[in-house]
């Protein structure tokens, strides 16, 4: 007799719900995550249900805190990025903005940085090695900007800081995997004054 349904999965989540997942490991609503996921809010509280049942959380919080990596993904520490071992090597700049096409427009055509990927609601440019980012953020034009700081080994780099008594916002996340296979993750903090910071790395998927 043929089995009906869906294979199980061989990962402890699906592709889907890694995106969510991640997602809200980044810290963002369910109202922006079913935006850039082409879903609807419905679809998102569903995956997040599944997510912490079958992680056995207790919510979205401890779901934040999860350090889990997908299988067959990255294998953190083998970064492609320009670091060094002091850290303070920036790898990345965010700035709000309220229309991304037009910003991406501004930035490419009139001022002429180097424009290298959009990404959803993301626009991302080269100033002369260090990574802007172009957020959109409806109805927020002032946000304070975040200063990413590129690492080698995100994971022990997260564990280092947190000795040293840094708080992180979430566990280290994947945030975009590149054609090439490549992947973005980074962890949240903030500095003393509660302003927002970041560590980053770019890896080779394993």
Not at 90 to 103: E, K, M
Not at 168 to 186: K, N, Q, S, T, V
Request: proline share 4%; aromatic share 8%.
């Amino acid at each position: 007799m043929s089995r009906h349904g869906r294979p199980p999965h061989k990962d402890v989540l699906t592709p889907a719900e890694w995106r969510v997942a991640d997602a809200v490991r980044h810290g963002m609503s369910n109202a922006r995550i079913a935006r850039g996921q082409g879903m609807s809010r419905d679809a998102v509280k569903f995956h997040l249900s599944n997510i912490v049942g079958k992680l056995d959380l207790d919510g979205r919080d401890q779901l934040r805190r999860w350090p889990g990596r997908p299988k067959g993904g990255a294998t953190l520490g083998s970064d492609i990025m320009t670091s060094t071992e002091t850290f303070g090597a920036l790898g990345q700049i965010s700035r709000s903005v309220t229309d991304i096409a037009a910003a991406e427009a501004w930035w490419r055509d009139v001022l002429r940085v180097p424009h290298l990927y959009t990404f959803g609601d993301l626009a991302f440019f080269d100033c002369g090695g260090t990574r802007l980012m172009l957020s959109a953020e409806a109805g927020q034009k002032e946000q304070a900007n975040v200063l990413y700081f590129a690492v080698a080994d995100i994971s022990a780099s997260y564990e280092e800081l947190s000795q040293r008594g840094i708080v992180f916002l979430g566990a280290p996340h994947m945030i975009h995997r590149h054609e090439d296979g490549a992947e973005e993750w980074m962890a949240f903090f903030s500095d003393n004054e509660g302003r927002p910071l970041a560590i980053m790395s770019q890896v080779q998927a394993g």
